[in-house]
């Protein structure tokens, strides 16, 4: 029960991070996003439930804010926990290069889907200028932002998470 207070907390606190100080630090109406992040994290701390659950939370967040069709953004970034908690397993959660990397990758898919589903359908045809000058600055910003705040969210999972799985449950050591 503890361990899930602390997720809404954390998801509440990104949410109202994104929201207020994230939003003051945009450069060019450019500014990363800190609920990749979070989903990212969550997916590689806590594996594939865990990432799911961060990202429906964040998602209903800002589709209650933000969203014109309600479910778009949970369906997104509840699908981006999903798929970067598949590497709970297989990577440790100590290194900083597989966060940013999946930062990277989740970050685009992200931007390519908000464009062929928000924007495309609309007869707005010119992925490569959205391409250009908003989903590449903003998937290096959001890589930047996983560098400054990934330590701090491992933190918070191991003091108010706890470990979700051993070092003998790794798919690395031979059983």
């Known amino acids: 029960m503890k361990s899930k207070i602390a997720m809404l907390l954390t998801v509440l606190i990104c949410f109202l991070l994104q929201c207020?100080?994230?939003?003051?630090?945009?450069?060019?109406?450019?500014k990363p996003n800190l609920l990749i992040t979070l989903c990212v994290s969550m997916g590689l701390m806590r594996g594939r439930k865990g990432g799911l659950w961060a990202g429906f939370f964040s998602g209903i967040l800002v589709d209650l804010f933000y969203g014109s069709v309600f479910g778009f953004y949970a369906f997104v970034y509840m699908y981006t926990?999903?798929?970067?908690?598949?590497?709970?397993?297989?990577?440790?959660?100590?290194?900083?290069?597989?966060?940013?990397?999946?930062?990277?990758?989740?970050?685009?898919?992200?931007?390519?889907?908000?464009?062929?589903?928000?924007?495309?359908l609309r007869g707005r045809l010119s992925l490569s200028v959205y391409l250009m000058r908003i989903i590449l600055p903003e998937m290096?910003?959001?890589?930047?932002?996983?560098f400054l705040v990934y330590r701090p969210?491992?933190?918070?999972?191991?003091?108010?998470?706890?470990?979700?799985?051993?070092?003998?449950?790794?798919i690395w050591v031979v059983k």
């Not at 798929?83 to 709970?88: E, P």
């Not at 969210?153 to 790794?170: C, Q, V």
Request: charged residues 15%; contains cysteine; aromatic residues 16%.
């Open 81 to 120: 926990g999903y798929l970067c908690g598949y590497a709970h397993r297989a990577f440790y959660d100590d290194d900083l290069k597989v966060p940013m990397a999946l930062s990277a990758v989740a970050d685009l898919a992200y931007n390519l889907a908000v464009y062929g589903l928000q924007f495309l």
């Open 140 to 146: 290096f910003y959001t890589v930047g932002l996983t």
């Open 20 to 30: 207020t100080l994230i939003s003051r630090i945009s450069v060019g109406s450019i």
């Open 153 to 170: 969210l491992r933190a918070i999972n191991y003091r108010f998470m706890g470990t979700p799985w051993k070092e003998s449950d790794s």
